[in-house]
């Protein structure tokens, strides 16, 4: 099976925007749905490839970004950890946009922290020492 193949050379030293990109993925899914759409340049962080995948590539061919890092060996698992989360998102799809902001949780009462930890054993907790709290 052969793979569509989407280069960004030129004067894109890094990822293309998703509004470009998004219109010529669909296009391609739509004339050839069976032909896995593989991105191999432009791509020098894991964030890069995370984002791409997340946008509906089928897959990442990588290797300067790679071999080129100070550590190759960490780099690579950052990046097989990224292409695995951006397709993860892809296939979850993401949540609806919305013209306002809605509550995500419900609203049990209005406690506030100090009441909370009145009525639970955390007030009696002494509190770690930050580092400001150590210069005064």
């Known amino acids: 099976m052969r793979a569509a193949r989407c280069c960004c050379h030129g004067h894109h030293p890094s990822v293309p925007t998703k509004d470009h990109l998004t219109r010529a993925l669909r296009e391609f899914r739509q004339r050839a749905p069976h032909i896995p759409l593989i991105i191999d340049a432009g791509i020098r962080l894991p964030s890069h490839a995370c984002k791409v995948m997340w946008w509906g590539f089928d897959?990442?061919?990588?290797?300067?970004?790679?071999?080129?890092?100070?550590?190759?060996l960490l780099m690579a698992r950052a990046f097989s950890a990224s292409v695995q989360a951006g397709r993860e998102a892809y296939l979850a799809g993401p949540m609806a946009l919305?013209?306002?902001?809605?509550?995500?949780?419900?609203?049990?009462s209005?406690?506030?922290?100090?009441?909370?930890?009145?009525?639970?054993?955390?007030?009696?907790?002494?509190?770690a020492q930050s580092a400001a709290d150590r210069l005064l």
């Open 98 to 108: 919305t013209a306002s902001g809605v509550n995500s949780t419900p609203e049990l």
């Open 110 to 127: 209005r406690l506030s922290m100090a009441d909370f930890c009145e009525s639970t054993d955390i007030g009696s907790v002494p509190r």
């Open 59 to 72: 897959g990442v061919l990588l290797n300067t970004a790679i071999s080129r890092a100070i550590d190759p």
